[in-house]
């Protein structure tokens, strides 16, 4: 009980932290301009979004690291894992927020501007990271590889470990970030996450992990201070793939990633419409020579919009099926 009163205490300090340096961070981006693009393919009425500052993952980034390192700094310091062991998301969320920074600021100021980094190039660096993480992991942190809901028993993966962990965090980072195109559908669904994780952390005595879950949702709720419709601040990849990745790097942490499709089912349902989408425009274009789309738009909640439902109807939806998988994800791991 004493430790979920701390991790609720810091979830509070980081929410104050990040509204309060909001502002400031706003009128920055103001003045360098840095400011969303919105494509000419997405809904008309998206376009008087044009300009709104991006890269405001940077809001809650800069609080979670300054409140984690400061609380754990004896513990990674000295000689106990536990402790050292947060370094490990803390670590992952910065160098996909590196990732996303880059792909905004070239986006947004540099020579492809209104596209971003290359795809590819943006796949590669994730590659990278992903596998080198899930090596840490596994050889370094020795986390529990995966506890099957139900039975309680962890699996030894062996080799396949890094594999598999690293096609997860490169899918969680890149799932939040096609999650984020509606004002505060992403901070809200990785709160959630987080949210649920965070407890499932501190049930099974990871203290430290849960704290940094609970640090984060308060930082979440401090950037959504900005976020929620209408948007004075847009997330962009620096939070969106660094949210992404840290989920699944929590996740693994805990052993219990078997369970983050239901956890995270908007996410994933979100990676799964833009799948479908491309491979059935592939399959059709191959078949009757003129490709057909799926959904009128992907991702997902872009679909939604033009069959009517408005900005916050789709966000408060998806949100109330989040929680409610949230709810069942923990369930799960209670059994």
């Known amino acids: 009980m004493e430790q979920m009163s701390l991790a609720l205490s810091l979830a509070g300090l980081s929410f104050m932290m990040t509204v309060i340096w909001g502002a400031p961070l706003l009128r920055v981006l103001r003045h360098f301009k840095i400011g969303k693009i919105i494509r000419v393919v997405e809904p008309g009425f998206h376009q008087v979004k044009m300009g709104t500052p991006t890269m405001g993952g940077v809001l809650f980034l800069l609080p979670v690291a300054l409140i984690t390192i400061m609380l754990n700094a004896v513990s990674i310091i000295g000689m106990q894992p536990t402790g050292r062991s947060i370094l490990m998301p803390l670590i992952t969320m910065f160098v996909y927020a590196t990732i996303g920074a880059l792909d905004d600021w070239e986006g947004v100021r540099g020579k492809r501007r209104g596209d971003g980094m290359k795809a590819r190039t943006k796949l590669i660096l994730q590659i990278i990271l992903a596998l080198s993480i899930a090596a840490v992991l596994k050889y370094m942190l020795d986390v529990p590889e995966l506890i099957i809901p139900g039975v309680q028993v962890v699996l030894d993966l062996g080799f396949w470990y890094v594999p598999v962990a690293a096609?997860?965090?490169i899918g969680g980072s890149n799932a939040i970030n096609f999650?984020?195109?509606?004002?505060?559908?992403?901070?809200?669904?990785?709160?959630?996450?987080?949210?649920?994780?965070g407890g499932i952390a501190m049930l099974?005595?990871?203290?430290f992990v849960g704290r940094f879950c609970f640090t984060l949702?308060?930082?979440?709720?401090?950037?959504?201070?900005?976020?929620?419709?209408?948007?004075?601040?847009?997330?962009g990849d620096t939070g969106s793939l660094a949210l992404g990745a840290t989920l699944a790097v929590v996740a693994l942490m805990t052993g219990q990633w078997a369970i983050l499709p239901v956890i995270a089912i908007i996410?994933?349902?979100?990676?799964?419409?833009?799948?479908?989408q491309i491979g059935y425009f592939k399959l059709?274009?191959?078949?009757?020579?003129?490709?057909?789309?799926?959904f009128k738009m992907a991702p997902m909640h872009l679909h939604f919009e033009l069959l009517g439902w408005s900005e916050t109807q789709v966000v408060q939806r998806f949100w109330l099926i989040s929680l409610l998988a949230a709810m069942f994800g923990i369930g799960l791991a209670l059994v």
Do not use: C
Not at 179 to 197: E, M, N, S, V
Not at 217 to 233: C, E, K, Q, T
């Open 167 to 169: 096609f997860i965090i």
């Open 179 to 197: 999650t984020d195109g509606l004002d505060g559908l992403a901070g809200l669904i990785a709160a959630t996450a987080f949210i649920a994780y």
């Open 204 to 207: 099974q005595g990871q203290v």
């Open 217 to 235: 949702v308060g930082a979440l709720f401090g950037f959504l201070w900005f976020n929620v419709h209408p948007a004075s601040l847009f997330m």
């Open 267 to 276: 996410p994933v349902s979100e990676a799964l419409s833009v799948i479908i």
């Open 284 to 294: 059709t274009r191959r078949t009757t020579g003129e490709g057909k789309r799926f």
